[in-house]
């Protein structure tokens, strides 16, 4: 029987983002959780593979597809429960034991968001986050995801999919998802380059176009 916890990650060129969440997850190493992190690589031009290797990590590479990606991280996983992250992501302080919490509970998971910026508009569209995950069960990728194996497989996994992969996932698994007591910290980088109102009306749009049922691979386009 598998035991224990595989961090699966999705990456392009996301070298500079590895540090800061490579630190959080040495908690989870240091706790004895974490069996293996798996770095699923879409392609990435800079130093991503060198951090794998210096790091122990499992490198799995293949097509840029964020959907795609997740799958082939979590087929070449061996644990019982599969964590989900963001490149970009930080975790917070006491996430070895809210997840261990969340594994006994035998539920799905995720985390309350934040962003890596301070003001007005990050705690808007934080709380709009937190409250569509919370009242519609539609947690995006960015939240994090830890879910049974078993679960995971039985579901079929993660659609080969570039985009919405997160929201198809969260719809299949629907009222089962538990919301954990603790935020990460997520990237703010595309909001600040877009502006935080003009992305968060796109992303908006793009979630209710995928839910009409609009092509993952056109909204990518416009995304």
């Known amino acids: 029987m598998r035991a224990g916890l595989s ?9 500079d983002d590895l540090p800061a969440l490579l630190g959080g997850l040495m908690a989870g190493v240091e706790a004895g959780l974490i069996r293996e ?17 210096e790091v122990g990590a ?14 082939r991280g979590a087929d070449a996983a061996e644990g019982a429960w599969l964590l989900f992250l963001h490149a970009d ?37 934080a709380g709009w986050a937190n409250l569509r995950a919370r009242l519609l069960c539609l947690p995006y990728g960015d939240q994090g ?36 007591p603790l935020a990460l910290r997520s990237s703010a980088a595309r909001y600040r380059r877009d502006g935080w109102l003009r992305r968060g009306a796109r992303n908006m749009w793009l979630l209710a176009r995928y839910l ?6 056109r909204l990518r386009k416009l995304y």
């Open 89 to 125: 992501t930080q975790l917070p302080e006491g996430w070895v034991r809210a997840v261990k919490a969340q594994m006994a509970d035998g539920r799905p998971g995720y985390f309350r968001l934040t962003f890596d910026s301070q003001g007005i508009a990050p705690g808007i569209v």
């Open 58 to 71: 499992v490198w799995v590479a293949g097509p840029a597809s964020r959907g795609g990606q997740l799958r």
């Open 7 to 15: 961090v699966i990650v999705p990456v392009l060129d996301a070298a």
């Open 212 to 217: 009409m049922g609009s092509d993952p691979e």
């Open 145 to 180: 995801l830890l879910i049974a194996r078993d679960e995971y497989e039985a579901l079929g996994g993660y659609q080969d999919i570039p985009l919405m992969e997160d929201v198809a996932m969260s719809r299949l698994l629907g009222r089962r998802l538990r919301m954990m």
């Open 37 to 53: 992190l798996i770095l699923s690589d879409g392609g990435s031009r800079d130093g991503a593979a060198q951090i794998a290797k």
